[in-house]
């Protein structure tokens, strides 16, 4: 069983921190910051001890913010020195998101300074939130920076639907001012950041298929094989929807030559075990064609209707008479993401993003008393 994650921001760290604080700080009441930051934090979640942590900075830290944050910058690492780093920035960033906005260019700079530390995606959401376009021209100017973190901050910092953050409404809306800054990292050289800017354009395409897909259309002619990468991933939601436009993106076109065959190893499937099928594709046409395969399962939902969720399966060229054969077994365990309920469930094979065979099959639940 993995630790949970809410352990990596436990007392000792904190008592850690308030050292770290102290020694840029003489002023800084350490035990009284100690003692507020751990007062019953085992009991809380991984933000809610964060929160809490963030509170004592708030009590310990001058209430002048300019102030603070010269403290604040003091204590992070140099080299020779340890300083603030980890967990420990996650509070450090929720206290820059509540008190910075006020201080514009001294929070987000603070942001800056963070982030190699840490990350900072966390505290500028505020600032983009009060001050769209004057917190956008700064961060546009990070994209050229020589810290890889900072760049990455530039396009994680900025995603509309950063998961565990604040949302950024105006962004979600309207996501077309953050495009430069996507496309002036899209070839960045290090995948940390690259994959940053996958994450932002699939987010994006989440509430704007059509723009996604049109961009990606606009950069992959003549793409490196790690921008074309950086492409496909970013399209996984339209891919997985079929969206025309993104499978035509990376050769996916819709062949009407192709037949599809699904065979079920087991039609009925008891909960903890899982589904075995077999899949044949054929290629019946004239020419060749670039397959990309998924499966769908369409769960029973608890007021009995059907809820698709879709699975990557492969990818596939076929000559012209060509076959493939595929065999998957889809396990039906338990997961925290999905409740289970019994009964006629099916499943859907998608090629090239048209559904092109489907077979029903039973989901049955143990007895309370087996075993």
Known sequence: MPEPLKNLLHEALVSEMADRIAANASSFDKARFVK?????????????????????LFATLPDDFPEAASIL???LPAPGRAGLTGWMLLPVNQFIAARGPDYFEIGLQLLKALTPHFTGEFGIRPFIHRDQQRALAIISGWVAD???????????????????????????????PILPILTALMDDPEDYVRRSVANSLNDIAKDHPDMVAAFIADHIEGASAERRRLLKHASRTLLKKGHAQALANFGFGAAASLECELRLVNSEVMFGEGLDFEIRVTNAGQTTHSLMIDYAIHHVKADGSLSPKVFKCKTVTLAPGQSHAIGRRHAMRPITTRRYYPGEHRIAILVNGAESASETFVLRMPSPDRG
């Open 73 to 75: 910058k003091a204590s």
């Open 36 to 56: 507020l930051a751990t007062d019953g934090l085992g009991a809380l979640e991984l933000m809610e001890r964060s929160a809490l942590v963030r509170d004592g």
């Open 146 to 176: 020589p810290d890889q973190h900072v760049r990455r901050l530039a396009s994680e910092g900025t995603r509309p639907r950063l998961p565990w953050a604040m949302r950024l409404p105006r962004l979600v809306k309207d996501p077309v």
